[in-house]
């Protein structure tokens, strides 16, 4: 299973990517717009920093044609990178276009399998189910997870399965349990799920027992 560093944080992705944990990075706008500056130079930065990851880059046009352009240029910042477009209908025809000319897509803002299932059938490389957000409206996130595996798996579509919005550790470990290609974590979820409290404990219990013996030095 891919994990995807969910941020646009220099910083804590040279961290993260040093322990060798995270096979790439999802950005989006407000990722960008947090770190001030300029954003092309942050993702120019942060496909540099990991050359062999995955780096998801979203368009911030609106208009189709313009959105088409605009992937293209985005596209060009690095071998590495995938462009992130929205999940919506004004979009099939440019994203369709885009596969044909092999950029390389992450559709985001997916909500339904309907959606899943016409994104897959144009070829794109990953689809992102938003998993939090359903939470919002109490409705089970993970259950779309789950039911696209099955679509994929069903029909021997090539489409990755990416879970995106991520709330928290019970996301992450429903992400993996259902079978997901990949998994993009905010650093903070990352963070927590990478401890453990009975780890923690059973270090500390081990350290008092060894003490009581009062060797300095072993082997």
Known sequence: MKVFLDTAD??????????GLID????????LSAQGGNPTKIVQAIAKLLPKGVISVEITEKNPEAVYK????????????????????????IIAQLVAD??????????????????????????????????????????????IRHMLDEYGYQTELLAASIRGVRH??????????????????????????????????FDNDWKKLGIRTFP
Not at 10 to 18: A, D, H, Q, S
Not at 72 to 89: E, T, W, Y
Not at 178 to 184: E, I, L, N, P, R
């Open 70 to 93: 605009q992937a293209k240029a985005i596209a060009k910042l690095g071998k590495n990178i995938v462009v992130k477009v929205p999940c919506h209908v004004d979009y099939y025809g």
């Open 24 to 31: 790439g990075v999802t950005t989006n706008p407000t990722h």
């Open 102 to 147: 092999g950029v390389k897509l992450n559709i985001t803002l997916v909500f339904s399998l309907a959606q899943a299932l016409f994104m897959s059938k144009l070829g794109v490389q990953y689809i992102s189910p938003f998993v939090g957000r359903w939470d919002d409206i109490d409705v089970e996130g993970v259950d779309l997870l789950y039911t």
């Open 172 to 205: 992450f470990h429903e992400a993996i349990m259902a079978g997901a290609d990949a998994v993009t974590v905010p650093v903070e979820i990352l963070e927590k799920a990478s401890r453990h409290v009975l780890t923690d404990q059973g270090i500390e219990t």
């Open 10 to 19: 220099v910083k804590e992705i040279k961290k993260w990517k040093e322990m």
